[in-house]
């Protein structure tokens, strides 16, 4: 069964920082793109960013500058360190595999507030 | 970045009777093999989204067959046949052609 667990999120301060983690399991993970999709609080679904199997990187606008993505695929893990942070970075951090987006996990919430 | 626009955003459904989803992309996001890289997704209250359609039409495993993908290029819809209580949430359509993925704003579907 293919599972995604996140981790790392929290109460953080602006200008302050975070690394969010993804634990994959039940697929080979080397084979996949992995991403990380966010949701504003009551908000529609924004993609972040994307490392690819031989770690092609994308950033959104938005974040390009201030969140770095990577992976371990000795770990089968992803992650997102997340710096500079803004009141408009608060959301539910999801790890992604794909595209099609075919596993979630279930989300880590990042508040930035002070 | 390629925009999408989805209509309605509100969608209030008797059950047992037919829903249907617009979404259009800003540019064409059929590539030269034929393939229209549109997914859809459904969010259920409380839960992380889940994959329903993916390449425009071909539902994703154990996604009953009452929901239907269609469309190419820049106009796509999602159709439910007959909707049932346990399809309410909100519906969100996503452009893969460029890895810079973009979602739609969502729609979202309640039973009357």
């Known amino acids: 069964e293919v599972q995604l667990v996140e981790s790392g999120g929290g109460l953080v301060k602006p200008g302050g920082s975070l690394r969010l983690s993804c634990a994959a399991s039940?697929?080979?993970?080397?084979?996949?793109?992995m991403n990380w999709v966010r949701q504003a609080p009551g908000k529609g679904l924004e993609w972040v960013s994307s490392?690819?199997?031989?770690?092609?990187?994308f950033y959104a606008d938005s974040v390009k500058g201030r969140f770095t993505i990577s992976r371990d695929n000795s770990k089968s893990s992803l992650y997102l360190h997340t710096s500079s942070l803004r009141a408009e970075d608060t959301a539910v951090y999801y790890c992604?595999?794909?595209?099609?987006?075919?596993?979630w996990g279930q989300g880590t919430l990042v508040t930035v507030s002070s | 970045d390629i925009v999408m626009t989805q209509s309605p955003l509100s969608l209030p459904v008797i059950p047992g009777e037919p829903a249907s989803i617009s979404c259009r992309s800003s540019?064409?996001?059929?590539?030269?093999?034929?393939?229209?890289?549109l997914d859809w997704y459904l969010q259920k209250p409380g839960q992380s989204p889940q994959l329903l359609i993916f390449l425009g039409s071909t539902r994703a495993p154990g996604v009953p067959a009452r929901f239907s993908g269609s469309g190419s290029g820049t106009d796509f819809t999602l159709q439910i046949s007959r909707v049932e209580a346990e399809d309410v949430g909100i519906y969100y359509c996503m452009q893969a052609f460029q890895t810079r993925y973009t979602f739609g704003q969502g729609t979202k579907l309640e039973i009357k």
């Open positions: 992604t595999r794909g595209p099609p987006l075919d596993s």
């Open positions: 490392v690819t199997p031989s770690r092609d990187i």
């Open positions: 540019q064409s996001l059929l590539d030269s093999n034929g393939h229209n890289f």
């Open positions: 039940g697929f080979d993970f080397t084979t996949y793109t």
